[in-house]
């Protein structure tokens, strides 16, 4: 149960598209789509932005979508804003009923 | 208002014992999933254990495997973890969650409770 890679920052101005990724198995990222993306502020509990690959669930801005090729899914802010500025953690079920996170990205405005 | 609330953390010694709880509103407990994800502090988030609906159908993280139990009380909308040999590496802040309706993923959180596992 290795977590699932991502980059440890990104970071755009307001207003720029940010892509983060997330790497992982054929058992897992790869094998279902079944990847959710979470938003966690500092000192917060962490909030779903995306289920299932590309699902948004009612109350996240639009601006917030997901995809996937092969074994990396990706989230995708278009035209950040500065209360984008979080912590971004992926998530995916497994081939042996388990989940697994993946390593986090912490997003900056500039 | 989904509501979720965890309680039971606070300070054991190594090889020790916890019971976790979490108390749930605002919604029909026993039609959901439920998940205990940790984290430890200024680190990323770790996905624990999970139960179904009915607690038939239960997996758990490979660290926790033998000495963390899950399980639920639909009659009193409570989530529970029970951890046993407690390490310091169970050091952590630990949430409960709620699998989200239709697909997979965990649409509402509670605010966490923290383990310290120390000497």
């Known amino acids: 149960q290795s977590a699932l890679t991502q980059p440890p920052s990104v970071s755009g101005s307001p207003g720029q598209s940010v892509t983060i990724s997330c790497t992982g198995t054929?058992?897992?990222?790869?094998?279902?789509?079944?990847v959710s993306w979470y938003q966690q502020p500092p000192g917060t509990a962490p909030k779903l932005m995306i289920y299932?690959?590309?699902n948004r669930p009612s109350g996240v801005p639009h601006r917030f979508s997901g995809s996937k090729s092969g074994n990396t899914a990706y989230l995708i802010i278009s035209g950040v804003q500065a209360e984008d500025e979080a912590d971004y953690y992926c998530?995916?079920?497994?081939?042996?009923?388990?989940?697994?996170f993946g390593t986090g990205t912490k997003v900056t405005v500039l | 208002e989904v509501q979720l609330m965890e309680s039971g953390g606070g300070l054991v010694q190594p090889g020790g014992s916890l019971r976790l709880s979490c108390a749930a509103s605002?919604?029909?407990?026993?039609?959901?999933?439920m998940h205990w994800v940790r984290q430890v502090p200024g680190k990323g988030l770790v996905w624990v254990s999970r139960?179904?609906?009915?607690?038939?159908?239960?997996s758990y993280a490979d660290s926790v495997e033998g000495r963390f139990t899950i399980s639920r009380d639909n009659a009193k909308n409570t989530l529970f973890l029970h951890m046993n040999s407690l390490r310091v590496e169970d050091t952590a802040v630990y949430y409960c969650?709620?699998?989200?309706?239709?697909?997979?993923?965990?649409?509402?959180w509670g605010q966490g409770t923290l383990v310290t596992v120390s000497s």
């Open positions: 299932d690959v590309y």
């Open positions: 139960i179904y609906i009915d607690g038939s159908r239960i």
């Open positions: 054929s058992s897992d990222v790869g094998g279902y789509d079944r």
């Open positions: 969650a709620r699998g989200h309706d239709v697909g997979y993923g965990s649409d509402y």
């Open positions: 605002g919604f029909t407990f026993s039609n959901h999933w």
């Open positions: 998530s995916s079920h497994t081939s042996t009923n388990t989940y697994v």
